[in-house]
């Protein structure tokens, strides 16, 4: 039951400002003067402003949103995204195979650029005694106002040699050394502006003239695949038929699961993205390996300029998802660009943080264990010296009682 107080707050609550002041005044002894009256009135005909969004005095409506309890964390997505933009991305792709595959031309097709305009080209003999170098050409790209920082990491040399047993030794140091050279940075002092130049993404060229893998691929894979995102990609598809594309594609997974090799695996569509999302995604997966095709020559076809390859039979299109796997491997790459990075940051780089900070604490543990030796072996030694002191004290004591 409500006591009278709260009778009396109620009807309060349901009373106007104009019909309050009045009973106020009167409570605390106050004569109604004329300036009284006219604050009475300015109440009675005052009704509070409803909280609306701010209008410009050109009628646009401003920053300010229309509906009630919205407090602006909304916003913080466009924050990001513009924070982001202003700043640009960086990524980093290493390309690795034999000469000869296509690799120059495909990243160039890829980019819409010119990576490698005063490149040499050695000769056959050269090719014998080479070893393994690393070259890292880096062009910035700008897309709409986005700029993107792209370290292409070509590998020229490898598979080239007679032996090529250890040929793929320069290329685990090269990206070794990336993840030691930004693990310091992040040690540092100064962490605002550090640049990452660790491997994202490799690109492994496989030949489509043979049956499947070939020893040193599989074992450069299982060499890197616990340090870098492998995608896998079957060179100058069209050299292949159809029916002989799908059967080398068959060959080279089950070759991959069967020696345990980890390459890179696209994230599941979430539930709540639409049906062409999940349907690329699936498509996407399904073309594992891509079976590409690089051409940076323009040829008229029905009155149209395309990119592509002339043949006596005919063109191969290079951006026709009929003729090769261009286009999918391409939307893989910008699609995921940002998981490529993630998987870097949280995987591979997280493993080798933690493998580093393991071995230099075993070796704090082995200095000191080092010190408490030379420790032990100074205390031993003292008492023997003080075992040898008292035995000849011993003895020149028994001689002089004789």
């Not at 409570?27 to 004329?34: C, F, L, M, N």
């Not at 980019?111 to 003999?125: K, Q």
């Not at 793929?168 to 050279?181: G, L, P, V």
Request: a neutral charge; hydrophobic letters at 35%; glycine letters at 6%.
């Amino acid at each position: 039951m409500a006591s009278a107080g709260d009778n009396r707050t109620q009807t309060g609550r349901g009373r106007s400002h104009a019909e309050r002041l009045p009973r106020l005044l009167s409570w605390a002894g106050t004569a109604a003067s004329s300036e009284t009256l006219l604050f009475t009135n300015f109440i009675s005909n005052f009704r509070p402003i409803p909280y609306i969004s701010a209008m410009s005095q050109s009628g646009e409506k401003g920053k300010f949103p229309d509906a009630a309890g919205y407090v602006g964390f909304a916003n913080l997505p466009n924050q990001v995204h513009r924070k982001s933009v202003k700043k640009g991305f960086e990524f980093t792709l290493m390309v690795v195979g034999e000469s000869g595959l296509g690799k120059s031309t495909l990243i160039n097709s890829l980019f819409l650029t010119d990576l490698y305009p005063e490149r040499y080209i050695p000769g056959a003999a050269e090719k014998i005694e080479r070893t393994v170098q690393i070259e890292a050409s880096t062009v910035e790209i700008e897309e709409r106002g986005v700029k993107l920082r792209l370290t292409v990491v070509d590998t020229p040399g490898y598979g080239d040699a007679i032996n090529s047993q250890d040929c793929f030794k320069t290329i685990i140091q090269y990206i070794d050394n990336q993840f030691e050279r930004y693990l310091h940075d992040e040690s540092g002092l100064n962490r605002r502006h550090i640049v990452d130049n660790r491997v994202h993404c490799c690109f492994y060229f496989i030949s489509p003239f043979g049956h499947g893998l070939k020893p040193l691929d599989v074992e450069f894979m299982k060499a890197i695949h616990s340090k870098v995102n492998i995608v896998p990609v079957i060179a100058k598809a069209d050299t292949l038929t159809l029916k002989e594309r799908d059967r080398l594609k068959r060959r080279i997974l089950d070759e991959i699961a069967e020696h345990g090799i980890r390459i890179y695996q696209l994230p599941d569509a979430d539930s709540d993205e639409d049906e062409e999302f999940k349907e690329q995604t699936r498509v996407l997966k399904a073309s594992i390996p891509f079976a590409v095709i690089g051409s940076n020559q323009l040829i008229e076809v029905k009155g149209k300029k395309i990119r592509g390859r002339l043949y006596p039979w005919g063109v191969v299109e290079v951006e026709n998802p009929e003729h090769n796997d261009f286009l999918k491997l391409r939307t893989m790459l910008v699609t995921h660009m940002q998981d490529l990075q993630e998987v870097t940051q949280d995987l591979h780089y997280e493993n080798f943080r933690s493998e580093r900070l393991k071995r230099a604490g075993r070796a704090v543990d082995e200095d000191v264990m080092d010190k408490d030796q030379i420790l032990l072996q100074k205390e031993a030694e003292l008492r023997r010296m003080q075992e040898m002191i008292a035995q000849m004290q011993a003895q020149m004591k028994m001689k002089s009682d004789e």
